[in-house]
């Protein structure tokens, strides 16, 4: 098992850098789809969660590949790229899954308490607007980019890792 936190102080600045981070996170997973499909076929498992102040990355399955499947991860963090049709996809869905959150009455009562509660939240109507106002390809490299430069990490391996 290894679970990995990236944390960056640069997703919560703005409702932009949190709708960017979102869209970093998906198609990120959307790169990792055919690459990790072999170790999805042996079993090993592996999710990417866009957290409230990073990456969370997880790692599990009882193999020796493990590392591998940690490693290629990490090797499509660190070489991201994009074009600008899977931009465009994953934009649109952004769209859908923020815009059926926000017709939900528990859903929209419980992000509008937590924006009361909690200091320097941000609402997912501001998500949704911020989408809505159209992101660009330029900013998503350039806040992948500074995400990137601005990390922390916490991590947990457990089992037999290095044999």
């Known amino acids: 098992y290894v679970r990995f936190h990236l944390i960056s102080p640069l997703i919560q600045q703005s409702a932009e850098n949190?709708?960017?981070?979102?869209t970093f996170v998906n198609i990120l997973s959307h790169n990792l789809g055919e690459p990790?499909?072999?170790?999805?076929?042996?079993?090993?498992?592996?999710?990417?969660?866009?957290?409230?102040?990073?990456?969370?990355?997880r790692v599990k399955g009882f193999n020796h590949k493990l590392p591998l499947l940690f490693q290629l991860i990490i090797d499509y963090l660190s070489d991201f790229s994009f074009t600008p049709a899977v931009f465009e996809m994953i934009t649109e869905q952004l769209k859908k899954t923020y815009y059926n959150i926000l017709i939900k009455p528990e859903t929209l009562a419980k992000d509008v308490r937590l924006l009361i509660l909690e200091h320097g939240r941000?609402?997912?109507?501001?998500?949704?607007?911020?989408?809505m106002n159209g992101l660009s390809i330029e900013s998503l490299s350039n806040f992948v980019r500074a995400f990137k430069s601005q990390l922390f990490v916490e991590g947990l391996v457990q089992g037999n890792f290095t044999s």
């Open 18 to 22: 949190i709708v960017l981070f979102d």
């Open 36 to 57: 990790a499909y072999e170790a999805d076929v042996a079993q090993l498992e592996y999710k990417l969660v866009a957290g409230e102040y990073g990456l969370v990355i």
């Open 122 to 131: 941000w609402s997912m109507i501001d998500k949704y607007q911020t989408l």
